[in-house]
Structures are given as structure tokens and as C-alpha cells.
């Protein structure tokens, strides 16, 4: 409890990130790690490795730019650091690990807190009364603006993209009344951020659940759901499993098990 408390100090974030839900989305994903975290070793080196081969592809290496950084479990920061000029990890919940690694490299290591939805300051100011039939629209309408730092050589969106609308979208009282409303969000804002990536002049690789699947304990697949499709994605060029939640992690009966995908664009 102590630990849990004060990581919970030590994360940087607006405080509406905090009324949708962000920050607690935040340490939950530092806590299953560190319950898990043989599980995740595979996925996480998968992740680096993918990052580092689309890094070889950028002509030039003077800016990275890390969406969905969280605390750079998957992100490869000090190869970058040796590769790039400038590496910002941005993210909405800016959490002690990223910092850290500001500190490391004070040159060349920046941490920004950034909506990469551009919807969600103005979601959480009509948090308390948006309608379901609204909520969806502003995502729609959202513009994310510039990268921040300016446009950078290589674009990471890490894993981010299924979430983005997703999480907050749980937080909204409409959701009550209406169990699809986050799926409806979800869809939407990945929409935007795959018309904001492709607006991106440099290398972008996007690192996104393409399947999610859940596995008997013997092994036997149970169930099989496809993700990527939603998201308005084809196939992905690189694909790889996460073990994400081992029994008993998310049910005493099934592994929860993610097919992740990466998309690399560019040069």
C-alpha cells in the first residue's frame, strides 16, 4: 500500500487526466508488471527490437518522437539516445520511470505530457453530462496539433492507439446506460491518430493489439477475437504474442493472451 502510494506521487499529469481515469489506468499497468513481469519480457524485447528496426530505416536522426511512453518498458530509450539527437517521451500520465531517463540523458531526453487524441481536455469539461450519442463525436472532431518538439525523423506510437479512446470513454456516466459507448470511442480516436500518423513526414512504426485471445491451461484456445480490423488497420507487418495476463492475473480459468501487431511506415 505504502509503494502503491507513493508511486501514485510520483506520476505527472493534468487533472482531468485524473477525472478519466488515466492516471489509475497508469499504475494499474505498473503493478501487473511487476506481478507478471516474466510474462511481459517477451512482448517488451519483441516492442524494442521493432523500434530499433524501423530507427535503422530514417535517413536522417535528429528527433524521436515516443507516443504512448508510459514508463518505457517497451521503448529501447538508451539505443535511441545513441542513435538520435532528441528523444520525447510523450504521454498523458508521466510517470517516475520516464523521468528517470530525462535524467540519464539531460541532453537529449525530454518528457511531455500530451494528448495524442487532442479530445480529451475537452471530454473531461463535459465528463459529468456528454450524452453516449455525443461522446464518440468528440473524438471525431478533436485535432491532436503538431508533434510536440516538431515533426520528428521517427514516430513510435506504442501501443497506444486501442486505448486512447477506450479508457476514458469507461470513466463517462453515459457509459453506464451504455455498455458499447467505449468500443464506439475507441474506434473513433483511432481513427483520428492513424489520419494524424499518416499526416507525419519521417519514419512511423505503430505498435497495436492485432488479436486478443484466451488460452485453457493446458493450452487449448478457447476464444479469438480479432482487433486490428476495428481500428481500420490490414495486416500487420511484424506480429507476436503478449502474454498478458497469466492465470489466475485476469480469471482463475484462462490466460488472456494479445496477438500484437507493428506497422512500420516510411522510408
Not at 481515469?21 to 511487476?34: Q, S, V, Y
Not at 507516443?67 to 517516475?96: K, Q, R, T
Not at 450524452?131 to 516538431?150: I, K, T, W
Request: hydrophobic letters at 45%.
Amino acid at each position: 500500500m505504502l509503494r502503491d502510494f507513493w508511486r501514485s506521487l510520483q506520476v505527472e499529469c493534468p487533472a482531468w487526466a485524473e477525472r478519466l481515469g488515466l492516471a489509475r489506468e497508469h499504475l494499474d499497468i505498473a503493478r501487473r508488471h511487476e506481478r507478471v513481469r516474466a510474462a511481459w519480457a517477451g512482448h517488451l524485447a519483441e516492442s524494442r527490437r521493432v523500434i530499433m528496426e524501423a530507427a535503422a530505416r530514417c535517413p536522417q536522426h535528429r528527433r524521436v518522437l515516443v507516443i504512448g511512453a508510459g514508463d518505457c518498458l517497451d521503448v529501447p530509450v538508451a539505443e535511441l539516445a545513441g542513435l538520435f539527437g532528441e528523444i520525447i517521451l510523450a504521454d498523458i500520465v508521466v510517470g517516475a520511470e520516464a523521468r528517470r531517463w530525462a535524467k540519464r540523458f539531460p541532453d537529449k531526453v525530454r518528457c511531455v505530457n500530451w494528448d495524442a487524441s487532442g479530445a480529451l481536455a475537452a471530454l473531461a469539461a463535459i465528463r459529468a453530462t456528454v450524452s453516449a450519442h455525443e461522446a464518440p463525436a468528440v473524438f471525431l472532431r478533436a485535432e491532436p496539433g503538431p508533434p510536440p518538439g516538431g515533426e520528428a525523423d521517427l514516430v513510435v506510437s506504442a501501443n497506444c492507439i486501442s486505448q486512447l479512446g477506450l479508457v476514458p470513454a469507461h470513466s463517462l456516466p453515459a457509459y453506464t446506460g451504455d455498455p458499447a459507448l467505449p468500443e464506439r470511442c475507441a474506434r473513433t480516436a483511432a481513427r483520428r491518430h492513424r489520419e494524424w500518423l499518416a499526416a507525419r513526414p519521417g519514419v512511423r512504426v505503430l505498435i497495436a493489439d492485432a488479436a486478443r485471445l484466451d488460452l485453457a491451461p493446458d493450452g487449448r484456445q478457447l476464444k479469438r477475437e480479432v482487433l486490428h480490423e476495428r481500428f481500420g488497420l490490414p495486416a500487420p507487418d511484424r506480429r507476436w504474442r503478449w502474454d498478458l495476463a497469466p492465470i489466475p492475473e485476469w480469471s482463475p480459468d484462462f490466460h488472456r493472451v494479445h496477438e500484437v501487431g507493428a506497422w512500420i511506415y516510411g522510408a
